[in-house]
């Protein structure tokens, strides 16, 4: 299986921050890594699809990059609505695996 | 209005069966695979199982596979997973979620289903 690395676990930032989430996985999975954002007590969102394409609706803060085994998720301009946990997905290989989240806090 | 709506979770005791459904709407369901994906307490997610949009492909997880059925009825818009020989380790709360044929990426997610297995 392919085992999804996310870092760090929590950060902690100040609304305006451009920040940056790792996700690493344990083998390539070429672009077919896709991020997510589930706020408390709701469902996830797609929020990056294919690494680093854009989704009807999610803010243009929100970007991604990579490819491979390393990947990022940027947020440029943190706001407090963004007080979330991120999860990375690959769709690369059976079975689809999530990374661990990082859970974004604001200061 | 892509809507997904899971029902049938509730307390089961260790052994037992339980069936749960996802009504969809909004869109033509027929022409999309779905999922289901689990979350336990506190947790992070965990594919479950995955069915094409006319049944042809279907997949699990090895946590679940020979316990857990997925399945659709396409003409009532409706998902299920038959899950049988519960653990407590099953106990989650249950998404249905929309796949894009041939991308496997999740879209839209319901609101999910608690399923909790204890005596």
């Known amino acids: 299986d392919v085992v999804l690395t996310q870092s760090p676990a929590t950060l902690s930032v100040t609304p305006g921050e451009r920040i940056s989430l790792s996700c690493r996985a344990s083998?390539?999975?070429?672009?077919?890594l896709h991020w997510y954002q589930q706020k408390p007590n709701e469902s996830p969102r797609l929020l990056i699809k294919y690494a680093s394409q854009s989704i009807s609706g999610i803010p243009s803060r929100f970007s991604g990059s990579g490819s491979g085994t390393d990947f990022t998720l940027s947020i440029n301009g943190v706001e407090l609505e963004d007080l979330s946990i991120y999860y990375c997905q690959q769709g690369n290989s059976l079975p689809f695996t999530f990374g661990s989240g990082t859970k974004l806090e604001i200061k | 209005e892509v809507q997904l709506v899971e029902s049938g979770g509730g307390l089961v005791q260790p052994g037992r069966s339980l069936k749960l459904s996802c009504l969809a709407s909004g869109f033509t369901f027929s022409n999309y695979g779905m999922n289901w994906i689990r979350q336990a307490p506190g947790k992070g997610l965990e594919w479950v199982a995955s069915i094409s949009s006319s049944s042809s492909y279907i997949y699990y997880a090895d946590t679940v596979k020979g316990r857990f059925t997925i399945s659709r009825d396409n003409a009532k818009n409706t998902l299920y997973l038959q899950m049988t020989s519960l653990r407590s380790e099953d106990t989650a709360l249950y998404y249905c979620?929309?796949?894009?044929?041939?991308?496997?990426?999740?879209?839209?997610w319901g609101q999910g289903v608690m399923v909790t297995v204890s005596s």
């Open positions: 083998e390539s999975v070429d672009t077919y």
């Open positions: 979620a929309r796949q894009r044929s041939n991308n496997y990426y999740f879209d839209y």
